[in-house]
């Protein structure tokens, strides 16, 4: 199998751990015979600084044509100071409506390996962690109509959070259908005691889960969710959520399993098409020193062929590759206390290649 890859490093330390997933795929390939090309863009504030916008047109087009996206990380305080239409992170979300990659799949696992870097009780995680939230990412109140105006003179700020049948019903089925492949238990969260979108998505699925009875539904209100993930992560299989209440519970669940920079994440589309990325920053403090985490990306990467690829048994090779890295008591600077006894970025990525090797 052929398949083309287009690398986005983007900003801080995300070229130096694309390089190390791309290290990564490479020892795949060397073991299972198919071939990735890769094609490296910018975006973010490095396409900022070279053409004046986030993302150009022209790399946009290429996105759409090749077979999947690995992206690194965007942004930095370096761009703070642009106008809010050409910040780095509007790059993002074009990318996301363009692409209409309309699902986020970030996956919370802990690594028993790393079990005391969680800050959660030793027996709070005796049920262990190990949940996939599912985020609806291309609706809600990140797309809805915004306007800042004067009003009885005052500054008034509004954002519209609004979300459609359709919408609601793409993102239920993949989330149903993220469920059957794991424990089979899906919870729904919302705000449907207050919100008029969360009492439509609330609707619309209920109705699903009659499609679905093989799949353990409940409701849960956002703020329960919350604290309930903190309380008793382990009693959640799959979690499905709207765009804003999705993108803060992923960070509160990935921060549950020790490091963010062990956490990947999956932005599919209707067809193969994705984008693959870990959920951490640009982290431009330690840009350049080789001691970021590449885990997170390098499980992305493993993300990548298990969803868009359908290469299983070379998705499973990487996330053994990782356990096994671990297991001999190997870590980034991240995920140990002792300063002066921790592996670098280029090391963690070569350790993990050669157990593919």
């Known amino acids: 199998m052929e398949k083309h890859i287009v690398v986005l490093g983007g900003d801080g330390i995300g070229p130096e751990i694309t390089t190390e997933a791309v290290k990564v795929l490479d020892a795949v390939t060397c073991r299972s015979g198919h071939k990735f090309t890769y094609e490296y863009l910018k975006i973010g504030g490095c396409s900022i600084d070279e053409y004046g916008v986030p993302i150009t047109e022209d790399n946009l087009k290429r996105l759409k044509e090749c077979d999947s996206v690995l992206l690194g990380a965007v942004g930095g305080p370096k761009w703070d100071g642009c106008p809010s239409e050409i910040r780095p992170e509007k790059a993002l979300l074009k990318v996301r409506k363009e692409l209409n990659l309309f699902a986020n799949l970030r996956p919370s696992r802990l690594f028993q390996q790393l079990s005391g870097a969680s800050p959660l009780k030793e027996e709070v995680l005796e049920n262990g962690i190990d949940l996939m939230m599912v985020r609806e990412l291309t609706g809600g109140i990140y797309f809805g109509e915004r306007c800042t105006k004067t009003v009885d003179g005052e500054e008034v700020a509004q954002d519209v959070m609004k979300y459609s049948h359709h919408e609601i019903e793409r993102i239920g089925r993949v989330a149903f259908e993220a469920a059957r492949k794991r424990n089979r238990k899906l919870t729904s969260v ?28 409940e409701d849960m209100l956002v703020d329960n969710a919350a604290m309930q993930l903190v309380r008793n992560p382990g009693q959640f299989d799959v979690v499905v959520t709207e765009n804003m209440f999705g993108d803060i519970l992923s960070d509160e669940s990935s921060m549950l399993t020790g490091s ?44 990548m062929l298990r969803y868009s690829f359908s290469m299983t048994e070379e998705a499973d090779a990487i996330e053994k590759a990782v356990n096994t890295v671990l297991n001999q008591g190997y870590r980034t600077a991240d995920l140990t206390k002792d300063p002066n006894n921790y592996v670098r970025t280029k090391e963690m990525g070569s350790l993990v290649a050669e157990q593919l090797k």
């Open 260 to 303: 963010i920079g062990m956490m990947p994440s999956a932005s599919l589309s209707g067809n193969t098409l994705g984008m693959y990325e870990p959920i951490h920053g640009s982290a431009p403090d330690i840009a350049g020193k080789n001691i970021a985490n590449p885990l997170g990306t390098i499980l992305s990467a493993a993300m």
């Open 190 to 217: 919302d705000k449907a005691n207050v919100l008029d979108s969360s009492k439509l998505w609330r609707k619309v699925m209920h109705q699903l889960s009659k499609e679905y009875e093989d799949v353990t539904y």
